[in-house]
């Protein structure tokens, strides 16, 4: 028999009893839109991350440091010149300093000081305006950065144009000339980037250096480069590497962050998978009722000259291709609860969007799958129509 005349013969069978082959391939569909929804809801999570948090910057490390006396950009500069591996070695200041809200209430604004190469570092892209320049830095010019986030609660609205406005902090006027973009999901109060000579002079409050920022060149090992970074750093400062040098690469991160997300696949394909197996049952049942009620007609098809292959291909097709249509309203069903479930999370968690992504991988994946369950749990009826004997089949009542 050929490949057409059978697939005909196939769907003829199968559109005889829509009914019943809808409710047989239940468990599939809900076992594959189960894994469809979990694997495209985590890959918009995971990119939402990558994109919010930042963690696109893998070569980014922060280093912090328990010495005696104060960190300062003269250390950062000694430092630099005996680790070659990193493109940029920078540093930050923290202090805070009272300011006034868009209401009239005074509150304190963190003060992030830094120098100019530190936006490279941390991958901070403007939204509006511009970043200051070294010559600015040198000059102890009163000009600011803020973030997103902070330009509703210094002005009543994030959409205001910010660029260009005063910003009064302590005793000190300041001009906002960039606005930098910021995460919704990492909003603390009012952040405030100075130059840092311009914190040290006018704002007062700083300890020195209190992180340092390292990115480190393309193609570098970011393993051995943490583990160079904390010794180099522990001998420099001559403190303890176990306590007394911190060093964290965003490497690590994203790594942790996919180990956590493949886990957690994992196991939603584990649960998804007790669905499949029932709805493999469900498949088998459903054959072994229309071997039964198709004996005559399989006595009919062995007397014009079937043979017992030819039967075989017939029901393990009926079987396959029951299994495929369940897995591709099981992808549909599964992409569009990731797209709901997507919506549920920005009204929950406000200002995060979630866009599930479909990898081509997966559906490739359920759709053999979805072929390996008809050819298992089909088998057993296929062989048992095929071993049938055409003289009592045309017997059969």
């Not at 509703?152 to 910010?162: I, Q, R, T, W, Y």
Request: charged fraction near 15%.
């Amino acid at each position: 028999m050929r490949f057409g005349d059978l697939l005909y013969e196939t769907w003829h069978a199968l559109s005889a009893n829509k009914g019943r082959s809808l409710l047989t391939i239940l468990g599939i569909v809900i076992g594959i839109a189960a894994v469809i929804a979990m694997t495209s809801l985590i890959g918009g999570i995971q990119n939402m991350l990558i994109g919010e948090l930042g963690l696109a910057q893998a070569r980014q490390v922060s280093i912090s440091v328990n010495a005696m006396e104060p960190v300062d950009f003269d250390d950062v500069d000694h430092l630099a010149k005996g680790m070659p591996d990193y493109e940029i070695l920078t540093g930050s200041g923290m202090t805070s300093v009272e300011t006034t809200l868009a209401d009239g209430t005074k509150s304190y604004a963190q003060i992030v000081a830094v120098k100019p190469d530190f936006f490279t570092a941390n991958g901070s892209k403007v939204a509006e305006g511009r970043f200051f320049t070294a010559g600015e830095e040198a000059a102890a010019a009163r000009l600011a950065l803020v973030d997103q986030s902070s330009v509703k609660e210094l002005f009543g609205n994030a959409d205001v144009e910010a660029v260009g406005k005063t910003l009064h902090l302590g005793n000190d006027d300041f001009t906002i000339v960039g606005v930098i973009e910021s995460s919704s999901l990492m909003s603390y109060g009012v952040t405030v980037y100075l130059p840092y000579t311009t914190a040290e002079t006018r704002v007062g409050g700083m300890y020195g250096v209190s992180q340092i920022i390292g990115f480190a060149k393309e193609g570098t090992d970011m393993d051995r480069l943490t583990e160079t970074t904390k010794s180099y750093v522990a001998s420099y400062f001559n403190v303890s590497p176990e306590d007394g040098v911190y060093v964290y690469a965003l490497d690590s991160m994203i790594k942790q962050m996919e180990s956590m997300m493949a886990s957690f696949s994992l196991l939603m394909g584990a649960v998804a998978s007790i669905s499949l197996f029932v709805g493999g049952i469900g498949i088998m049942n459903m054959m072994l009722t229309n071997v039964t009620e198709r004996i005559r007609e399989i006595g009919l098809r062995k007397s014009l000259g079937a043979r017992r292959r030819d039967i075989t291909k017939q029901f393990l097709l009926e079987s396959i291709m029951l299994c495929v249509a369940g897995g591709v309203f099981g992808i549909l069903f599964g992409f569009l609860a990731a797209w709901g479930l997507g919506g549920v999370i920005g009204m929950v968690q406000a200002g995060m969007t979630v866009t599930p992504v479909l990898a081509p991988g997966v559906v490739a994946l359920a759709v053999g799958v979805c072929v390996l369950i008809g050819v298992v749990f089909g088998y057993y009826p296929a062989r048992r129509a095929a071993k049938l004997d055409p003289v009592e089949s045309l017997r059969y009542q």
